[in-house]
């Protein structure tokens, strides 16, 4: 390798690391929860003062639509609580999902109609329309499985943050603020959900009442023992910084012991691929030379 090819490389690599660097910490800058609540803060303060400026116009609209609106998770519609578990709250969601569900067939049969012709495409057409008709429900289950697991893992960090909040002197409403702040980068999808207990109880919403919508939205097991455990503890008056210290043990531990029985299935799981992928390349390398030895004899002795 020449000299000027070793520059060029090296001026290529240190280029990409630089670049790379450089977007990194973009990224990190433009997430952090400083820089969050201060942005979030000015949003609320011109949404404040529109509102103000506003109120004589938009108040019978206003009026018109709050009427139109779910009072409480219960009367949400089954495609918005899905969306809503997945973290899709806007009201255009369960519209968007609609187009896609409803489109999505239309799309695949007339594309297999168009290049398959009438009679060949119109069957192939209809098995991939059921196909994606069926796409999208498969797809919102596995975000929400996936949220659920994102939940899960991030629910001893944030317990133990309470605690840590609880002990300094905080109350558990202010608790639960801090807590959403600082979580909004490691564990966003849960922060998110502290965030809607925060909005819900300044509302005028009860604690508890809070605590049970964040239950039924989740669907997460550790988050309905959780919530049983305030609950409880709010009934009888007891420490909750020691009811959380031991729900937190608790989450530790289930923690754990989901990510050992994933470590165990790993071995299971990576047979499919040793066998259709290693194994035969394996095979070619270390039984092919001799094959070709053996067929080059046999067809010399035969001669």
Known sequence: MTLELMLAVGGLFVSI????????LEVLRRRAPGRQRL??????????METSLAIGELDPRLARA??????????????QKKMARVGYRSPMAPVVYTICE??????????????LGSSRGLLMGTLAAVLAYMLPGFWLS???????????NGLPDALDLLIVCVEAGMGL??????????????????????GIITTEIRAGKARMEAFKNFAGRTQVEDVRQ????????????TSISQALRTQAEVSRTKRRQRAEERAQKLGVKLIFPLVFCLFPAMFVVTIG???????RFFAATSV
């Open 142 to 152: 596995r975000q929400a499985e996936k949220r659920k697991k994102l939940i899960a």
């Open 39 to 48: 942005h979030g803060a000015g949003e609320a303060g011109v949404l404040a």
């Open 226 to 237: 959780l919530v049983n455990m305030l609950v409880q503890t709010d009934r009888f008056g």
């Open 173 to 194: 409403d202010q608790a639960i603020t801090k807590a959403s702040e600082e979580l909004v980068v490691s564990h966003p999808a849960l922060a998110e959900e502290l």
């Open 17 to 24: 690391a630089f670049a790379s660097t450089y977007v990194i």
């Open 66 to 79: 709050n009427r139109l609106l779910p009072k409480s998770p219960k009367d949400m519609s089954r495609l």
């Open 102 to 115: 409803v489109g999505l067939p239309a799309l695949v049969l007339i594309l297999c109609v168009y290049f």
């Open 289 to 295: 030379p001799a094959v070709i030895k053996f067929v």
